[in-house]
């Protein structure tokens, strides 16, 4: 298990535009979807990752706790090649959604392409922008890790998205993610990757 942080996109970037299926509700979702939301997270993960199962149940939490909010939009990519991590395929992505309960959106980047355009890393990275669709936040959810005791609560994720709902600013103060690498296809992993 390689220890892969978050490259840190810099603060200010537009949100890239993307249109993926969703595994979950077997429908095209895309970027302009999330227009009249003060929050958008977008999320990488997959299914088997240790650092994504150690915080599934806290990614479960998030969904529900603004699930019935207007202001906050979620959406989950897994953009892993699937000719060697076939458990990460789109229907073990579906199944996967589903036995967590999760309410938002678990999109297959097939192409990697989207991922690439957000410099995504590792399983599980996380992005947040704001009504302007420009990046507030990105790094970990919070300080758990599989390595140790710290409990999953989602702090450092869910103060960035309360502040952005309240219209502060949030705080440059932000640690990456670690995780697994994204498992990228022979001979594409991008310049970041590598």
Request: aromatic share 8%.
């Given at each position: 298990?390689s ?24 429908r095209?979702?895309a ?21 994504v ?20 939009a979620i ?11 076939p ?29 690439q355009?957000?410099?995504a ?23 758990s ?5 710290v ?6 994720l ?37």
């Amino acid at each position: 298990m390689s220890l892969t942080p978050s490259t840190m996109l810099p603060l200010g970037t537009s949100a890239p535009d993307f249109r993926l299926p969703d595994t979950v509700s077997d429908r095209e979702v895309a970027l302009a979807d999330f227009g009249s939301a003060k929050a958008l997270v977008v999320m990488f993960i997959c299914n088997h990752c240790p650092f994504v199962v150690h915080v599934k149940e806290g990614l479960t939490n998030l969904g529900e706790d603004y699930a019935d909010n207007s202001n906050v939009a979620i959406v989950a990519i897994s953009a892993n090649d699937i000719t060697t991590h076939p458990q990460d395929s789109p229907d073990k992505m579906k199944a996967f959604a589903a036995a967590n309960g999760f309410r938002f959106p678990y999109l297959f980047d097939e192409s990697q392409e989207v991922a690439q355009a957000y410099t995504a890393a590792c399983t599980p990275d996380f992005f947040l922008f704001d009504a302007d669709r420009r990046l507030v936040y990105r790094g970990q959810l919070d300080a758990s890790r599989p390595s140790n005791d710290v409990p999953v609560t989602g702090e450092d994720l869910r103060s960035a998205i309360e502040a952005v709902l309240k219209g502060e600013s949030v705080s440059a103060d932000q640690s990456p993610s670690i995780g697994c690498n994204i498992k990228w296809r022979v001979g594409k992993a991008p310049a970041y990757a590598k």
